[in-house]
């Protein structure tokens, strides 16, 4: 009796990590074998690395060598104010950006491929809007960073993943907050679509506890209007920023994700909960490290894949295998 077929293993492409020394840091999943390794240069030129010259893995742990011309994040520094917290500065940038220290790694991995469950299978979306801050945009990822556009913001793959079947429009701001949205929606609504997704927080949290209360109700409003206009809407959280900067409160970004999750649960809508996300593919590290790309709060390429795995669901029209969606984070979300 012939063998049952293998389940084939799941390649996983472009999972960043930010290398110290020659210390061993953990890949996601279990290595059968490393396909590349490659980071991007001051103007945004990919740059390969080579094996056992620049890197080397140890199980599923991948190093520096110790003449490795990946930049070591163990030279990165910031001016810090108060103990080792910082307050930003844009010019100077303080703290500097780290974009150019992750390392992505792309590798066969000793786990099968795996389905990705559609959320949604009833609907097929015509116009999708993208209503949130500069995470959204794509702030510091190589294409926003280099090339001025959003192709790899989470609203980017998501337009690459729609493709010819609709039109995916990102309106989101640098910056942005909520109250200009809940205060002329028709104009971020002006191309009618039938789904949006609002993510905001990150920079409204920022206001504290007292704006929590109007925080809350202008996104119940925004939500209800979307509703009555027959809209799908989308509520995506927030991670946990770089709490050593000073205007940071991780109490508030705690409060502000329960609050977008309360008006979802009220509004019977989706709640993406990218906190806990990036915090369990994080391994314990902050996120920042190895998931931003601004050692603060804007997501480098593969944190926004992240964002766009937790979304995807809500637009496959069946269930898919992770394999077949360009862009894909698998994970057991």
Not at 273 to 278: E, K, L, P, R, S
Request: proline share 6%.
């Amino acid at each position: 009796m012939p063998p049952p077929p293998v389940a084939p293993s799941l390649t996983v492409l472009g999972e960043a990590r930010v290398l110290r020394a020659t210390e061993p840091t953990f890949l996601l999943h279990p290595v059968q074998r490393v396909l590349a390794v490659y980071g991007y240069d001051g103007i945004g030129t990919r740059v390969d690395y080579r094996k056992d010259i620049d890197w080397q893995v140890d199980g599923s742990r991948i190093l520096r060598t110790a003449r490795s011309t990946i930049p070591d994040f163990a030279d990165y520094g910031y001016i810090a104010t108060d103990g080792a917290r910082f307050e930003f500065s844009a010019d100077p940038r303080n703290p500097g950006l780290t974009i150019n220290y992750v390392v992505y790694v792309d590798y066969l991995s000793r786990v099968a491929d795996r389905t990705v469950t559609s959320r949604n299978p009833q609907k097929l979306y015509r116009r999708i809007s993208c209503l949130g801050d500069s995470i959204a945009v794509g702030a510091h990822t190589v294409s926003r960073h280099y090339r001025d556009v959003d192709t790899d913001s989470w609203c980017g793959l998501l337009r690459t993943h729609v493709g010819e079947r609709g039109v995916v429009t990102n309106r989101s701001v640098p910056g942005g907050v909520l109250q200009p949205v809940w205060a002329d929606l028709d104009a971020y609504i002006a191309d009618q679509p039938d789904a949006v997704i609002l993510a905001f927080g990150m920079n409204d949290h920022i206001a504290g506890r007292a704006a929590l209360p109007g925080f809350s109700t202008m996104l119940d409003e925004v939500v209800a209007r979307l509703q009555s206009r027959s809209v799908d809407v989308i509520l995506v959280g927030f991670f946990q920023q770089n709490a050593l900067w000073l205007q940071e409160d991780p109490a508030m970004t705690l409060a502000y994700n329960d609050a977008i999750r309360a008006v979802a649960s009220a509004r019977s809508v989706p709640f993406v909960d990218v906190y806990d996300a990036f915090a369990r593919v994080s391994g314990g590290s902050d996120p920042y490290y190895h998931l931003t790309a601004d050692f603060m709060h804007h997501p480098n390429n593969y944190g926004q894949r992240i964002y766009f795995a937790l979304l995807v669901p809500y637009f496959l029209q069946r269930d898919t295998m992770a394999s077949a969606i360009p862009g894909y984070v698998a994970y057991e979300w």
